[in-house]
């Protein structure tokens, strides 16, 4: 079984893609904030744990972010009959 789907080829509905990234990087944003706060007041190892993990977590949303971004400008200085890059596909 195949999916041919335009969304999961690179270059193919990059403000989109932009957007998913952009709320998980949101979600995760608010979350390590509330993991570091409640680690201050509390101590507790498993959110010492979290907040580093939450850290990772936007490191790597933030990376996906600037990918996105650089295949929208790519595709609006190419012109609209350009053919998508895949080599920014993420």
Partial sequence: MTLDLPVLKGGNCEELKLG???????VAALCGAYNAAAWLVRREP??????VLYAMLIAWEQKQISHHLEAIRHQSLAGPNASPRTSLAA
């Fill in 46 to 51: 498993h959110l010492a744990v979290n907040t």
């Fill in 20 to 26: 998913v990234h952009a709320g998980a990087f949101a």
